[in-house]
């Protein structure tokens, strides 16, 4: 099931604003997409967030 940036901050990032958990839930959407693996995903969207932050 697709994230929302509500749904992707509440279970994986409680730290985002919610238009960065918009961010990261959409570069988690498109990782799942072409890879099927969650954890790759939420691992890496945080990851992509957490660079642009800085």
């Not at 730290?15 to 997409?33: C, F, G, P, T, Y």
Request: aromatic share 6%; proline share 2%; charged share 35%.
């Amino acid at each position: 099931m697709p994230w929302t940036g509500k749904s992707f901050r509440s279970k994986h990032n409680k730290k985002l604003s919610i238009e960065q958990a918009r961010e990261a839930a959409k570069v988690a959407n498109a990782i799942l997409h072409d890879t099927g693996d969650e954890a790759k995903a939420i691992r890496i969207a945080n990851y992509e967030v957490g660079k642009k932050k800085k």
